[in-house]
């Protein structure tokens, strides 16, 4: 019987999902995934989580606790460092040891680091080859997984940088091993509006109460984050005087001044998460520039475990009203 | 004759305005909601009905105010708005030169940022409602003061007491305090309303650029205390307008008619709502894990519209 390894649907899932279930797959594992966010896991997760944490780990703790019954093994990486000069949140840090000593009893976690620092390109492979002596003494079959891994993982990305959405992504990178098909969406003439945030707040629509919908819902087509290429990012921060240190912020900053110079882009939303350090400040300087570098109209909502959404309702019908008024004025002039 | 109604329903008041073609407001009422949105917009509506001229006819209503969507079923609304856009509308129709609106409302504040006419930005309140219209009352209350009088107790200090204004509970605190060791109540008053000002300042409008005009509204605009102690903080003029606690309404009556201009026909049920038996019931649909919490509305026995949920289910269902 194949060993049954856990994954919780929340956090790096929406980022590293199709390299690690290839990976863990092509050794002979059979991966549980967790269903998707539910009132219920939210409720448990922050039942046992310490008040001060956000919002995503609250829920992160919900999906553990629906797992941990369930499987042999649960794969909690510890991301430390991606990239040089730049970290992940201290909370993934932490990941491994606030899950072990907040959910108890628990199946052994699979929490081997990734630290960029010091160990240059090695760090994710050697990562991927003391994960996959769990299963195998091949390390041939390791190293092949790897590499099966990391073309799923490539096409994944590959495809959000042309504009598919995550889900779609999810399912065309995994389902079969050719590059991706779709080439980057041609605008249909709708306005666009650019979507700022880490990769569990843009995909996970428990989270970001459905923000996506609602906006599409007003005839607006979306680009996020996560539709940007590394190169584009770092052109953008490059123009900063200081360097971001954090991963996801890099991201965020660095697609907000993307969108603020797209003169297809009508609107900004920057979405950040209630008691983050990093949001805290990234959506300073997210706001500093998006208005210094012109007048694309720019709304930051923070979530919270707060179930009603009036709040974020009347604020973001208000944002696109704004955008919606200046288009017809544009469009008068014009005409 | 033809007119225009617009209905703002807020956690504190209820405010009606109809509005004529040219956009002259006819008349408005000022309510409170005391927690019973339904039985607040029949009264104000059976007001209303009886102050509008003889033969009036409604082209058009619009709802805003955290009760819009209620409102809005209710009374059979052609448009329904967030308020921050009704505020805006209203506003930019009376001072088409206005560049900052500072609104404060029974549970919320907001800043305005208005250029050339149109909304550029805006902020609304986020986790505090500390210096809205509710705490201002909680506070009257507790002095003895008729809330009414708040203001003209303010402008009588000669040197006002320092308040902490960012949060209510520690306001409240420094407030027992301050009378404690002996500070009169002007001077508390005073330093209250700079307190409440500050904290706007620095929550609400933090990032802002805060030109002029400058137009203060929302129930709280009735307070000359906080208006002296804005001119104060900004050094700049702060205009409050005659319509100062119903430009919500009445900007949701101009959303009405423009809604209206685009052709079609009001949706608007007629005064005979006053006289409906109208009620509300919640219930948590349990089909999927969003467990959402649907909103039933129903008149006499009929079931006449559901919302608040995700999927759409509920509200198609009818």
Same mark, same amino acid.
């Given at each position: 019987?194949?060993?049954?390894?856990?994954?919780?649907?929340?956090?790096?899932?929406?980022?590293?999902?199709?390299?690690?279930?290839?990976?863990?797959?092509?050794?002979?594992?059979?991966?549980?995934?967790?269903?998707?966010?539910?009132?219920?896991?939210?409720?448990?997760?922050?039942?046992?989580?310490?008040?001060?944490?956000?919002?995503?780990?609250?829920?992160?703790?919900?999906?553990?606790?629906?797992?941990?019954?369930?499987?042999?093994?649960?794969?909690?990486?510890?991301?430390?460092?991606?990239?040089?000069?730049?970290?992940?949140?201290?909370?993934?840090?932490?990941?491994?040891?606030?899950?072990?000593?907040?959910?108890?009893?628990?199946?052994?976690?699979?929490?081997?680091?990734?630290?960029?620092?010091?160990?240059?390109?090695?760090?994710?492979?050697?990562?991927?080859?003391?994960?996959?002596?769990?299963? /195998?003494?091949?390390? @041939? @079959?390791? +190293?092949?997984?790897?590499?099966?891994?990391?073309?799923?993982?490539?096409?994944?990305?590959?495809?959000?940088?042309?504009?598919?959405?995550?889900? @779609?992504?999810?399912?065309?990178?995994?389902?079969?091993?050719?590059?991706?098909?779709?080439?980057?969406?041609?605008?249909?003439?709708?306005?666009?509006?650019?979507? =700022?945030? +880490?990769?569990?707040?843009?995909?996970?629509?428990?989270?970001?109460?459905?923000?996506?919908?609602?906006?599409?819902?007003?005839?607006?087509?979306?680009?996020?984050?996560?539709?940007?290429?590394?190169?584009?990012?770092? +052109?953008?921060?490059?123009?900063?005087?200081?360097?971001?240190?954090?991963?996801?912020?890099?991201?965020?900053?660095?697609?907000?001044?993307?969108?603020?110079?797209?003169?297809? =882009?009508?609107?900004?939303?920057?979405?950040?998460?209630?008691?983050?350090?990093?949001? /805290?400040?990234?959506?300073?300087?997210?706001?500093?520039? =998006?208005? +210094?570098?012109?007048?694309?109209?720019?709304?930051?909502?923070?979530?919270?475990?707060?179930? /009603?959404?009036?709040?974020? =309702?009347?604020?973001?019908?208000?944002?696109?009203?704004?955008?919606?008024?200046?288009?017809?004025?544009?469009?008068?002039?014009?005409? | 004759?033809?007119?225009?109604?617009?209905?703002?329903?807020?956690?504190?008041?209820?405010?009606?305005?109809?509005?004529?073609?040219?956009?002259?407001?006819? &008349?408005?009422? %000022?309510?409170?909601?005391?927690?019973?949105?339904?039985?607040?917009?029949?009264?104000?509506?059976?007001?209303?009905? $009886? %102050?509008?001229?003889?033969?009036?006819?409604?082209?058009?209503?619009?709802?805003?105010?955290?009760?819009?969507?209620?409102?809005?079923?209710?009374?059979?609304?052609?448009?329904?708005?967030?308020?921050?856009?009704?505020?805006?509308?209203? $506003?930019?129709?009376?001072?088409?030169?206005?560049? $900052?609106?500072?609104?404060?409302?029974?549970?919320?504040?907001?800043?305005?940022?208005?250029?050339?006419?149109?909304?550029?930005?805006?902020?609304?309140?986020?986790?505090?409602?500390?210096? $809205? !219209?509710?705490?201002?009352?909680?506070?009257?209350?507790?002095?003895?003061?008729?809330?009414?009088?708040?203001?003209?107790?303010?402008?009588?200090?000669?040197?006002?007491?320092?308040?902490?204004?960012?949060?209510?509970?520690?306001?409240?605190?420094?407030?027992?305090?301050?009378? #404690?060791?002996?500070?009169?109540?002007?001077?508390?008053?005073?330093?209250?309303?700079?307190?409440?000002?500050?904290?706007?300042?620095?929550?609400?409008?933090?990032?802002?650029?805060?030109?002029?005009?400058?137009?203060?509204?929302?129930?709280?605009?009735?307070?000359?205390?906080? #208006?002296?102690?804005?001119?104060?903080?900004?050094?700049?003029?702060?205009?409050?307008?005659?319509?100062?606690?119903?430009?919500?309404?009445?900007?949701?009556?101009?959303?009405?008619?423009?809604?209206?201009?685009?052709?079609?026909?009001?949706?608007?049920?007629?005064?005979?709502?006053?006289?409906?038996?109208?009620?509300?019931?919640?219930?948590? &649909?349990?089909?999927?894990?969003?467990?959402?919490?649907?909103?039933?509305?129903?008149?006499?026995?009929?079931?006449?519209?559901?919302? !608040?949920?995700? &999927?759409?289910?509920?509200?198609?269902?009818?």
């Amino acid at each position: 019987m194949s060993v049954k390894v856990g994954i919780s649907r929340g956090l790096l899932y929406y980022r590293y999902f199709p390299l690690w279930q290839t990976f863990l797959q092509e050794l002979g594992c059979e991966v549980i995934l967790s269903t998707p966010t539910t009132k219920q896991m939210v409720s448990q997760g922050a039942g046992v989580a310490v008040s001060d944490l956000c919002f995503p780990v609250k829920a992160y703790f919900g999906h553990i606790l629906s797992l941990k019954d369930r499987v042999d093994l649960l794969f909690v990486p510890r991301y430390i460092s991606i990239e040089e000069d730049a970290y992940m949140c201290p909370k993934f840090l932490g990941l491994p040891d606030m899950v072990a000593n907040t959910i108890q009893p628990l199946p052994p976690l699979i929490d081997y680091p990734i630290n960029y620092k010091g160990r240059k390109k090695a760090t994710e492979s050697l990562f991927y080859e003391k994960v996959g002596k769990l299963f /195998s003494r091949d390390l @041939k @079959k390791i +190293r092949r997984a790897y590499q099966v891994g990391l073309e799923r993982q490539g096409n994944f990305r590959c495809l959000q940088q042309r504009g598919v959405s995550f889900e @779609k992504a999810l399912d065309l990178s995994l389902s079969s091993s050719d590059g991706p098909g779709p080439q980057r969406e041609v605008n249909a003439g709708e306005p666009t509006i650019g979507l =700022v945030g +880490r990769p569990y707040y843009l995909n996970d629509p428990f989270l970001n109460k459905g923000i996506s919908e609602k906006v599409m819902a007003r005839g607006y087509r979306i680009i996020t984050t996560e539709s940007l290429t590394e190169t584009e990012v770092n +052109r953008q921060i490059s123009k900063l005087s200081k360097r971001v240190y954090w991963s996801f912020g890099k991201e965020m900053v660095g697609s907000a001044l993307h969108f603020a110079g797209d003169p297809e =882009v009508k609107g900004i939303i920057n979405l950040a998460s209630f008691g983050c350090g990093q949001d /805290s400040f990234n959506s300073e300087i997210v706001s500093y520039h =998006v208005k +210094r570098m012109g007048n694309t109209p720019l709304l930051s909502l923070i979530f919270d475990e707060h179930w /009603s959404d009036g709040g974020l =309702v009347t604020r973001l019908e208000a944002f696109l009203d704004v955008i919606d008024r200046q288009g017809k004025l544009n469009r008068k002039g014009k005409g | 004759m033809k007119g225009y109604l617009g209905i703002d329903v807020g956690s504190v008041s209820t405010n009606l305005a109809v509005i004529d073609e040219e956009g002259t407001v006819l &008349c408005h009422r %000022y309510l409170l909601t005391h927690g019973q949105p339904i039985r607040a917009v029949q009264e104000a509506l059976r007001e209303i009905s $009886t %102050y509008l001229p003889k033969g009036m006819e409604i082209r058009g209503v619009g709802t805003t105010g955290s009760a819009r969507q209620l409102a809005g079923v209710m009374v059979g609304a052609d448009v329904v708005k967030n308020e921050i856009t009704a505020h805006a509308i209203g $506003t930019t129709h009376f001072f088409p030169h206005a560049r $900052t609106i500072l609104e404060i409302g029974g549970q919320d504040s907001k800043i305005i940022i208005i250029r050339d006419g149109l909304v550029v930005d805006f902020a609304m309140n986020t986790v505090c409602a500390a210096g $809205t !219209g509710s705490f201002l009352d909680q506070q009257a209350l507790r002095l003895g003061i008729p809330i009414d009088q708040f203001g003209r107790y303010a402008l009588r200090s000669k040197s006002s007491a320092r308040i902490a204004g960012r949060c209510t509970v520690f306001a409240e605190s420094d407030m027992v305090h301050k009378q #404690q060791i002996g500070c009169n109540l002007e001077d508390i008053i005073a330093g209250l309303c700079e307190a409440l000002v500050r904290n706007y300042l620095n929550n609400v409008a933090k990032g802002k650029e805060i030109l002029e005009s400058i137009i203060f509204q929302g129930g709280v605009a009735a307070n000359e205390g906080i #208006q002296s102690a804005f001119e104060g903080e900004l050094g700049k003029k702060i205009y409050i307008p005659k319509f100062f606690n119903v430009m919500g309404a009445i900007g949701a009556a101009f959303l009405a008619q423009e809604q209206m201009d685009g052709g079609g026909k009001t949706h608007f049920k007629g005064f005979e709502v006053i006289n409906l038996h109208c009620k509300t019931r919640s219930l948590e &649909c349990k089909e999927c894990e969003n467990e959402c919490e649907i909103v039933e509305f129903s008149i006499g026995e009929e079931v006449t519209a559901y919302w !608040g949920d995700r &999927c759409g289910k509920w509200e198609n269902k009818l």
